[in-house]
């Protein structure tokens, strides 16, 4: 290889590598900020199903009385409110591997 030609051929690694420390530092990025929203969304309904929870067991001792139809829209209102953003969750904050880096 010629001098010039070697030349090329490295600056053109260089650029290379450099995209490719960009690419690597953009999806480090984009990971932390997945695991924080994660996190934030696992407390949040942690604190959500905590509540429910209270309610229903003090309702079952006759601490206080709630209605049946009370009992059941905070049971189905507290699985809603886990399930669907879970399945956000994993469809949008952490995709599948499609080839492409994001």
Known sequence: MATGEFRKFVALRNGEVRVSEARAS???QKNKQR??????????????????????ALSGV??????????MA????????V???AYL????LFPKHRG???
Do not use: C, K
Not at 35 to 56: E, P, T
Not at 74 to 81: I, V
């Open 74 to 81: 905070l049971l189905g209102t507290a699985l809603s409110t």
């Open 35 to 56: 695991y924080h929203y994660a996190g934030q969304f696992v407390s949040i309904s942690m604190w959500s199903l905590a509540f429910v929870s209270v309610m229903i």
């Open 83 to 85: 399930f669907a953003p």
């Open 100 to 102: 492409d880096p994001d």
């Open 62 to 71: 006759n601490l206080f009385s709630l209605s049946d139809t009370v009992n």
């Open 89 to 92: 969750l994993a469809r949008y």
């Open 26 to 28: 953009e999806l480090e």
